[in-house]
């Protein structure tokens, strides 16, 4: 890889951790001190997460529509979602947050389908194909930045100050992409003939939809609340704001290490492993309140989440490496619905048992089931695979 090559694949990088780890993620450790100091319920946190996760929906879905000038409307979408978060500090009102919540969702919704099937169909015409797992790294890197300064910005500036410090740093990072891009050239998308061969709702890829959809659905109470929750267990509260942090660390190299994994062994066999450990993290704090448990149950969690959208987004490709767009379009869609109702879900289960550790065990439940229906799908998959190919054969 020379130094082109990899001011792309950097700028993509850039563009993920203002979009995904910033824009998105930061909202987690924010979320304990806008709850103490504007007096919201865990209920209306729940709302402001699901606006956000709506508009990504929204996003998602909408970025398997373009094919033309995906640059510009690239760079459009990381520029408004630069001034939502810095907008985010200059408001009290919950109605404005809410919609400011909902644009951040929608653009980054955007951004990411766009920027990674951008840089998996740049870094394949270079036969680059086993770098694209890195751009992933993007998320675990902004998770990292904003554990790491919210604490220390909060202590100073609030967590209004805190978001305004968050939005000028995204729009240094935007600035640095814009430049690492300047000569990149995204050819348009060309609309695939429908065929049997390039209908993507068969085999094994609708099996993996369904899980991808419930891992959004279990993982995000986590990813939205981790904090919170510990910082309500008191005899693990004082690691409340360490946690994040963790969960960025392991999220940082975990995407070049799973597909480094996937690259050895099986896919379907990496991602079963990538579910079990997720589902380990998700429950650990359920199962003991100690500062090694809450720890290394956020370095799980990190280092599975952005595995298994590498994972995902990596292998549906491969089945699909002509339709990079729509697949990862179509996946990220699935995982964004599971995200919309998730927070909600979690709230009305923290709401019935009066306790939040029932949110964390109905989310490690609900990840389990994704991983079943991976079995499952890959099982009957793999039986219809040896069913059709005697009959093949034979004629």
């Not at 780890?21 to 103490?36: H, K, Y």
């Not at 600035?175 to 695939?192: C, N, P, S, T, Y």
């Not at 799980?300 to 952005?306: A, D, E, M, P, R």
């Amino acid at each position: 890889m020379n130094y082109r090559h990899a001011g792309v694949l950097l700028g993509g990088i850039l563009l993920l951790v203002i979009a995904m780890g910033i824009s998105r993620f930061a909202f987690t450790p924010l979320l304990p001190f806008m709850r103490i100091d504007e007096g919201l319920t865990f209920q209306a946190g729940g709302w402001l997460a699901s606006s956000n996760y709506i508009g990504y929906f929204a996003g998602a879905l909408g970025a398997g529509f373009i094919y033309k000038g995906k640059k510009p409307f690239l760079l459009g979408n990381v520029l408004v979602n630069v001034v939502s978060i810095i907008g985010m500090g200059l408001t009290h009102s919950y109605v404005i947050w809410i919609i400011l919540r909902f644009i951040a969702g929608a653009t980054g919704g955007f951004i990411f389908v766009l920027t990674s099937s951008i840089i998996m169909d740049y870094l394949a015409s270079h036969l680059l194909t086993r770098w694209s797992g890195y751009v992933f790294s993007g998320i675990g890197i902004g998770i990292a930045i904003s554990g790491l300064f919210v604490p220390l910005l909060e202590a100073k500036l609030q967590w209004e100050g805190t978001w305004i410090g968050l939005g000028v740093l995204s729009a240094l990072f935007f600035g640095a992409a814009f430049f690492l891009w300047r000569h990149i050239h995204v050819q348009d998308g060309e609309k695939v003939e429908k065929t049997k061969d390039t209908n993507i709702w068969r085999g094994f890829m609708l099996w993996l939809i369904i899980a991808y959809g419930l891992e959004g659905l279990g993982y995000i109470i986590t990813g939205t609340f981790l904090v919170d929750i510990v910082y309500n267990i008191e005899a693990i509260r004082a690691y409340a704001s360490y946690s994040w942090v963790v969960v960025g660390i392991a999220a940082i190299p975990s995407a070049p290490f799973w597909m480094a994994m996937m690259s050895r062994f099986k896919p379907v066999s990496v991602m079963f492993m990538a579910y079990i450990l997720q589902v380990l993290g998700i429950i650990l704090p359920v199962l003991t309140q100690t500062a090694w448990s809450v720890l290394l149950s956020a370095f799980l969690f990190g280092c599975t989440f952005v595995g298994l959208v590498t994972l995902t987004t990596g292998y549906g490709r491969q089945l699909f490496p002509k339709q990079s767009g729509l697949v990862v379009s179509v996946l990220t869609t699935a995982y964004a619905f599971g995200q919309i109702i998730g927070p909600l879900l979690a709230s009305r289960v923290e709401d019935k048992f009066n306790s939040f550790k029932a949110p964390l065990l109905f989310a490690g439940m609900v990840v389990f089931c994704a991983f079943a229906i991976l079995v499952i799908g890959h099982f009957i998959t793999q039986r219809s695979i040896a069913h059709n190919k005697p009959a093949q054969e034979s004629s």
